[in-house]
C-alpha cells in the first residue's frame, strides 16, 4: 500500500506540473549535472508559480557559462504581459529573490505583450538574450545603469542604442490603471523610480541580466544557448 501511495503522489504532485524534480534521481555519490542543479536551486528559491522554470534554465545555463564578477542573475521574462512583475532578481550565493517588479519593453515591441525584437539602431524595440551589467551614472532619466549586450548581432548594439536600466514615470503599476498596460520605452528595461535604485544597486558592476521571450529565432541565433538549453528537456 506504501508503494502504492508514493507512486501516486509522484504522478499527481505539483513536481509532475512542468517541470521535474532532477535532484532525486541523482545516485549517491554521481556528480550533479547542470540542469539539476538548476532544478534544485528552483526548489530551494521557492520560485515555482511565481517564475517560468524554463525562462529560469535558460537564464541559468548562461549565467554558468558567462564570466561575471557578482553572484546576481536578472531575469526579465517578456511571455509575460507588461501589467505583471516579470523582472526577477536573484542572489544566486545566497539562493534567494531579492526583487520583483513590472518592467517596460521598448515601444515598437508591442503593446501589453512584448513580441517583436531587434538590435537595430532607431528601431525603439527591446534585444532578447544575454548582457553584463556595467556601470552607472546620472543621466536626463535619472540613476541609470549601462548594459553590455554579449550576443553578436542579436544585442551586440546595446551601448550604441543607449540601451539601458533606468527608473521612469511610465513604468510604475499606476499607469496600468489607466491605460490598461505599462507605458513604454525606446527599448529599455525601465523599471518603477522607487525601484530603478535599488535594483541597480543590487545588480551593477558584473552581473548577469537575461531578457527571455518565446522566440525561436533568437534561439536559433543564440550564441550562448545550446540545444539542450533551449528545449523543456532537463536531464539527457
Known amino acids: 500500500m506504501v508503494k502504492y501511495l508514493f507512486s501516486f503522489f509522484l504522478l499527481f504532485s505539483p513536481l509532475s506540473a512542468g517541470w521535474t524534480d532532477m535532484t532525486a534521481t541523482v545516485p549517491a555519490g554521481a556528480p550533479e549535472s547542470g540542469a539539476q542543479a538548476c532544478c534544485r536551486l528552483f526548489q530551494e528559491m521557492n520560485l515555482e508559480g511565481t517564475v517560468d522554470y524554463q525562462a529560469f534554465r535558460q537564464a541559468y545555463a548562461g549565467y554558468c557559462k558567462i564570466e561575471h564578477q557578482r553572484d546576481i542573475l536578472t531575469l526579465i521574462d517578456f511571455t509575460k504581459p507588461s501589467t505583471e512583475k516579470r523582472l526577477y532578481v ?71 542604442r543607449a540601451i539601458v536600466m533606468h527608473g521612469a514615470d511610465y513604468a510604475d503599476p499606476s499607469v496600468i490603471r489607466n491605460g490598461g498596460r505599462l507605458g513604454r520605452s525606446q527599448g529599455c528595461p525601465a523599471v518603477p523610480r522607487g525601484l530603478a535604485r535599488p535594483i541597480i544597486d543590487a545588480i551593477k558592476g558584473g552581473s548577469i541580466l537575461y531578457i527571455h521571450a518565446n522566440a525561436p529565432e533568437y534561439l536559433s541565433q543564440s550564441t550562448v544557448l545550446e540545444q539542450e538549453d533551449r528545449t523543456g528537456t532537463f536531464l539527457q
Open 90 to 160: 536573484f542572489d544566486m550565493a545566497a539562493r534567494r529573490l531579492l526583487y520583483t517588479s513590472v518592467v517596460a519593453h521598448g515601444r515598437n515591441s508591442g503593446e501589453n505583450y512584448a513580441t517583436s525584437f531587434s538590435n537595430r539602431e532607431g528601431s525603439y524595440k527591446s534585444s532578447l538574450g544575454f548582457y553584463r551589467t556595467a556601470f552607472t551614472y546620472q543621466g536626463k532619466n535619472g540613476y541609470s545603469l549601462v548594459l553590455d549586450g554579449l550576443e553578436r548581432g542579436i544585442n551586440d548594439r546595446a551601448r550604441s
